[in-house]
C-alpha cells in the first residue's frame, strides 16, 4: 500500500457556504485515498519454487479468538528467493490455509483455479516459513477496511525477492468482507508477499485491480476485533493498536 496522500484545496469564495466547503474536503480526501491505497512500499521481493501441500499437524501455541499474546520479534534476516513459483504447481487446485497469529487462528481457502501464480507464490512461502513471526503492519479504518500483512520487517517495504502480475481482479473495483487479496505498488506487476484481509465491503477503483486469491472460512471475527481498537494514535490508517502477528501458516491441499 502506498502513503496516504493529502488533498489541497484551492481558497473558497467568501459566498460558498462553510458546510459545502466541508462536504467537497470530505469527498476529495475519500476518493484520493481509495485510489491510492492498496500498495506496498518499493523495494519488495519474493522468491520462487513452490513446494506441495504441508501437514496441518503442528505444536505451535496460538490464543484464544480474539485473546491476543505478546507478538513475537519479527525475523532479524527475512528470506528472498530468487524467481517466483510455478504457477503450474497449483493451477486449478484448491487449499486450505490456517494463519496461526497471535490474536487466534484465521483459516482462508485458496483458489489455485482463478489466481495460479499468487496462491503458488502463498502455497511456497507458507510452507518454507516466509511469514513466521511476521507483523500485520497496516490497518485501515476510513472508507477502506483491510488489515494488511505478510511483510516480515514490519515496515510495508519488505517483500521475497520476486514480483509478479496481477490475477482475478474484480471489474467492480468492490471487494467484499472476507476476501483475501494482494498489496503492490503503483506498478500492476509489483505483487510480491503482501496481502490484505477485507473485514468490511471495500471499493479500490484501480484500473488495475487486486489480485483476489482467497477468501476467510472462519476467524475473520479476530481482523474485526482488532479492527475495532483502531491504529495507533487514532488515525485513520497505519499500524494496528492491537498488535497482530502471524506465527506460522499451514496449508493442505483440499
Given amino acids: 500500500m502506498s502513503n496516504t496522500r493529502r488533498a489541497t484545496l484551492s481558497p ?25 491505497f492498496i500498495s506496498i512500499q518499493a523495494g519488495g521481493t519474493d522468491e520462487d519454487d513452490v513446494a506441495g ?29 530468487p524467481a517466483a513459483p510455478d504457477p503450474a504447481d497449483t493451477a486449478g487446485e484448491t487449499f486450505a490455509a490456517t494463519i496461526v497469529t497471535s490474536c487466534g ?25 516466509y511469514f513466521d513471526d511476521s507483523p500485520c503492519h497496516r490497518l485501515t479504518t476510513a472508507g477502506i477496511f483491510v488489515l494488511q500483512c505478510g511483510d516480515p520487517t514490519g515496515s510495508g517495504g519488505g517483500g521475497p525477492g520476486y514480483t509478479f502480475g496481477v490475477e ?35 471499493s479500490l477503483p484501480d484500473p488495475n485491480g487486486y489480485t483476489i486469491f482467497g477468501k476467510v472460512t472462519d476467524g475473520l471475527d479476530i481482523v474485526e476485533k482488532v479492527a475495532r481498537q483502531g491504529v495507533v494514535g487514532g488515525a485513520g490508517d497505519g499500524a494496528p493498536a492491537q498488535p497482530i502477528s502471524i506465527l506460522e501458516v499451514l496449508v493442505v491441499e483440499q
Avoid at 494482494?182 to 465491503?201: C, H, I, K, L
Fill in 105 to 129: 487462528e484465521i483459516v482462508v481457502e485458496l483458489d489455485g483455479k482463478a489466481a495460479p501464480q499468487t496462491v503458488a507464490s502463498f502455497v511456497f512461502l507458507s510452507q518454507d516459513g
Fill in 168 to 202: 482475478n481482479a474484480p471489474d467492480s473495483g468492490t471487494y467484499p468482507p472476507g476476501t483475501l487479496a494482494m498489496a503492490r505498488g503503483t506498478d500492476p506487476g509489483s505483487n510480491g508477499g503482501q496481502f490484505f484481509f477485507v473485514y468490511d465491503e471495500t
Fill in 12 to 36: 473558497q469564495k467568501q459566498s460558498t457556504p462553510l458546510a459545502t466547503q466541508v462536504v467537497v474536503a470530505v469527498v476529495v480526501l475519500l476518493c484520493i485515498g481509495a485510489i491510492a
Fill in 53 to 81: 501441500p504441508g501437514d496441518a499437524t503442528t505444536e505451535a501455541q496460538s490464543s484464544q479468538p480474539g485473546q491476543c499474546t505478546d507478538p513475537p520479534a519479527p525475523p532479524a534476516q527475512p528470506k528472498t528467493y
